[in-house]
């Protein structure tokens, strides 16, 4: 069963713009991480954060933001007055807590989002 | 400190060669990992190491090989490359299993 569900495959806005990338995962585990990596062109996996499961405080860093609701089980990205910059694939992850039949604090992909910035 | 560095960047094999590829990291980290990338598809574990000498098998395993001989290295070996190996391969090393450290990918071409 697949745990990281990203439904939205490609969106593309205009600079400026707000965007949000959705997240959905499912896990039996009370203790578990989410990730949020950028995939820019070049090809580098970029970590941007982590949240575990008992910290369901909103974050932000700069045009960055992150809703954590355990309720529907989303972990939700928005990008605040989007750039060119920002244009890449944004993958989301769940890693859960060692020693619950995990392998090891693998990290379970979503499919990613491909997000286009146009100027 | 280079993090996580991936030999060779680049590689096109025929169907049936054999190859290696290479993690190192210098970050003392226990545990390293190895991923392929295919289109839509996000990353899927192949093996993994939870220490020198340990190795295990991940989600996609069948068709490749690993070696943890030390600590700072953990080699992915094709035997006998087949095309369904195409794809970008990731390695990552993490000190805490919660947070790991990617290298920069080797794109594999195999014809």
């Known amino acids: 069963a697949q745990k990281v569900t990203q439904a939205q495959t490609e969106i593309s806005v205009v600079e400026k713009e707000d965007v949000t990338l959705d997240c959905v995962y499912e896990?039996?585990?009370?203790?578990?991480?989410l990730f949020w990596y950028k995939q820019p062109p070049s090809g580098e996996l970029v970590f941007l954060i982590r949240?575990?499961?008992?910290?369901?405080q909103n974050e932000i860093s700069g045009r960055y933001s992150w809703n954590f609701q355990k309720s529907t089980s989303s972990f939700n990205f928005t990008i605040t007055a989007s750039q060119v910059v920002d244009s890449a694939v944004y993958f989301c992850a769940l890693s859960e807590a060692v020693g619950r039949g995990s392998t090891l604090g693998r990290l379970y992909f979503g499919r990613g989002t491909q997000l286009t910035v146009w100027p | 400190n280079a993090g996580v560095t991936q030999t060779p960047k680049f590689r096109v094999l025929k169907t049936g060669q054999s190859m290696t590829l290479l993690c190192a990291q210098d970050?003392?980290?226990?545990?390293m990992y190895w991923y392929r990338q295919d289109p839509g598809m996000g990353l899927r574990l192949i093996h993994y190491?939870?220490?020198?000498?340990?190795?295990a098998k991940g989600e996609v395993p069948d068709g490749y090989n690993v070696s943890r001989l030390k600590k700072q290295n953990f080699l992915l070996g094709l035997e006998s490359a087949a095309p369904s190996q195409t794809s970008v391969y990731f390695c990552?090393?993490?000190?805490?299993?919660?947070?790991?450290?990617f290298g920069p990918g080797t794109r594999l071409t195999v014809t």
């Open positions: 190491s939870v220490g020198e000498g340990t190795t």
């Open positions: 990552a090393s993490s000190y805490d299993m919660y947070e790991q450290y």
């Open positions: 970050m003392n980290h226990e545990y």
């Open positions: 896990t039996r585990d009370t203790t578990y991480y």
């Open positions: 949240r575990n499961s008992f910290d369901e």
